[in-house]
């Protein structure tokens, strides 16, 4: 997918929301549990309870590897599910890899060749020859690491060296590696007053923006900060939005809680001459 | 598993070799592949032929992710088989992972509940709260990566404010999250140059050391700059060992390869008096 055809699909349903899929089995409704997938299921239902709210969804890794097998069954099938059933929904996989070379290159084996992943997470430590392989696939996605929504982010991301802080430099230095249609980065929605900074150094590139919700961020002061022509921004939502409910109806309360999101993010849109 | 412990092993098998796993379907003997697990029916002849020379084994994740679910399994089977076989081998996750606090908690569920690694490879970049859920399980390590044998490690890993470079204060900060018996730091064998400095530090922590063989890291340099009196180091290799044949007799040929690191292992011990 290019990052016109994201926008495009922003504007054609009018948000900017990505829904994180970090299914945790001691989080969902337990009636899904007597289920022969209890995982699948309850992805299932949240994903066709809010595919027209949302641009993308990203299942984060942990959540199905602390399940081994089974989980990564279960991720399989998300993926697989997701893929064929709405094909214009971006999925990013948020594993937050990066290795020396020939190993990355099996990492972007397992997210954009076995699995159909559109995009994955990479952590920058280990500079270019880590990021790389994931870039050799056409149409498929890095995400870079560059200001993370956590508290430890400040324990290295703010280093400087010359007035640069790292995560400056990770940026500064990582856009010569990809395209606009190749590259986006992570800048954390608790992080907004820093968005401005961040947006003088890469104008035009998307960013995923999680930390929205459970975390504390603000969507409008993301959206003030961030937002560009292309809109250029994919917003995060997790907890938030998949664990509204507890009961049977978890899917439908999923849903109301994406609307928010959604018409909040309709708004913004709006505001901005973008719709 | 302590430190002490380790030690010990590495006294009683005059070697500090880590093997790593890094077993790719693509380049294991052809005639595995007729058997219904070719990647563990290859780590299972590799570990047999091998373990006595050795005090740890590091299956690098990404070459069983690249397979999906069967991979996964491989993997799982293969972790158990060091377990319940060979139980004094310290097992190594080399895994790189590293998130926000609930996600590496889940994380650290996956190597430490799920499977049972001993240790787990970290990414710095997100800081304390993302290292930190690994280290609150009793004998589990974290290693973290410092500096990396790969070209790309002098992207950002050598930034420097104050005179203090990334890797150093990455190695500073972080000695405080945890203890010699719970982290250990990824120190690249290509830059044994910088081991002195690092063992300024860090004098008694473990040092795990890749890029000894095929990366071209030499073994002498890294002894004679970075062991202690505890030996303090686990070097790894895994192409110029594993994959030492490709034929019926591939296991024999990779004892042969591990023979000669742990011979002069076993030498650069008796130099530094440990033996």
């Not at 929605?189 to 930390?211: S, Y």
Request: aromatic share 10%; proline share 3%; charged share 25%.
């Amino acid at each position: 997918m290019t990052s016109k055809e994201l926008f495009e699909n922003i504007k054609k349903k009018k948000s900017f929301l990505c829904v994180g899929l970090d299914t945790d089995i001691a989080k969902i409704p337990r009636f899904l549990l007597d289920t022969t997938d209890p995982v699948f299921a309850f992805n299932k239902q949240i994903i066709d309870a809010t595919n027209d709210l949302t641009i993308a969804y990203k299942p984060n890794l942990a959540f199905y590897e602390s399940l081994g097998v089974n989980g990564w069954n279960s991720l399989e099938k998300t993926v697989n599910y997701i893929k064929y059933k709405y094909p214009d929904i971006f999925i990013i996989a948020d594993a937050k890899r990066g290795d020396i070379g020939n190993t990355s290159a099996m990492y972007a084996k397992a997210f954009f060749d076995h699995m159909e992943f559109d995009a994955v997470t990479v952590a920058p430590y280990m500079g270019e020859d880590s990021v790389k392989p994931f870039m050799t696939y056409v149409d498929k996605w890095v995400i870079l690491l560059a200001l993370t929504s956590n508290k430890g982010a400040a324990d290295f991301q703010y280093m400087t060296q010359d007035g640069e802080r790292l995560f400056e430099k990770v940026i500064k230095t990582s856009k010569e590696w990809g395209t606009t249609d190749s590259l986006m980065y992570v800048v954390g929605a608790t992080k907004a007053e820093m968005l401005g900074d961040i947006r003088k150094i890469i104008p035009e590139h998307f960013l995923l923006v999680p930390g929205v919700g459970a975390q504390g961020g603000s969507l409008r002061e993301v959206a003030e900060n961030g937002m560009n022509d292309q809109c250029g921004l994919l917003v995060n939502s997790s907890r938030g939005i998949i664990y509204a409910g507890d009961g049977e109806d978890f899917a439908a309360k999923a849903r109301n809680s994406a609307l928010e999101v959604q018409k909040e993010m309709e708004e913004l849109l709006v505001a901005r001459g973008l719709l």
